[in-house]
């Protein structure tokens, strides 16, 4: 089956703009999250969805948002972007609903430069 | 405040020998752990994971060790291939939280 599908690829934004990410998940899967590869900072996590609410969220600034709609696939959304915002965006998608953990698989990332 | 910690950067390994991964942890709400591997500007590639109420699990030429009182995993590919030349990386979650806390990673080399 399908993997996880992250539009677009690459992208370059203006600082003070905004930005949305798209993420289809593995189908079947209900639980997609979001993280940010930076070089100085690793992989961080941003925020999981379950069921179109958000489960989870990360330590970022309130500029950096998401949604999830009801056949699972989500965005993310980043206002306002600054500098430090240029990363490897990478959505994962388990099929966790409630219970112990199981593994997430990820996409190929979008990679966002911010000029 | 790094709650996983890969300390090794990097490592270098021979074709065929043994190449042995390893990565500590601060939260004792960790109760479940991965490796993934990663190429470039790609997503991770999920390897191997091993729940806090085992101390091993084995899949294929990977395992992973738990020791829950040092708070230490490690992950061991045996025999090690140039294939698997790419940034490993540990990573832990907490019962009940869906976030994926990771390690900074470690680059194996494998020389042919």
């Known amino acids: 089956k399908a993997g996880v599908t992250q539009t677009p690829r690459y992208l370059i934004k203006t600082r003070g703009q905004q930005v949305t990410l798209s993420c289809s998940p593995i189908s079947g899967h209900r639980s997609v999250s979001w993280y940010q590869q930076t070089p100085g900072q690793g992989l961080q996590f941003l925020f999981e969805?379950?069921?179109?609410?958000?489960?989870n969220k990360g330590n970022f600034p309130g500029r950096f948002s998401g949604r999830q709609f009801s056949n699972s696939r989500s965005e993310m959304n980043v206002s306002t972007l600054e500098l430090g915002d240029s990363a490897l965006y990478l959505c994962?998608?388990?099929?966790?609903?409630?219970?112990?953990?199981?593994?997430?698989?990820f996409g190929q990332g979008t990679r966002l430069t911010v000029v | 405040d790094q709650q996983v910690k890969q300390n090794s950067p990097s490592l270098s390994v021979q074709e065929g020998r043994i190449s042995i991964l390893n990565c500590d942890y601060t939260n004792s709400m960790f109760d479940y752990f991965l490796w993934y591997k990663k190429y470039p500007a790609e997503g991770p590639t999920f390897l191997i994971s091993i729940s806090s109420i085992k101390d091993k699990n084995e899949d294929g030429r990977f395992t992973v060790f738990l020791n829950k009182s040092a708070k230490h995993l490690s992950l061991h590919i045996v025999p090690s291939q140039p294939g698997d030349s790419a940034v490993y990386f540990c990573?832990?979650?907490?019962?009940?939280?869906?976030?994926?806390?990771f390690g900074s990673g470690t680059r194996l080399q494998v020389q042919p």
């Open positions: 990573a832990a979650s907490a019962k009940g939280r869906r976030a994926l806390t």
């Open positions: 994962a998608s388990s099929d966790t609903g409630t219970g112990d953990y199981t593994e997430a698989f």
């Open positions: 969805y379950f069921s179109e609410t958000q489960r």
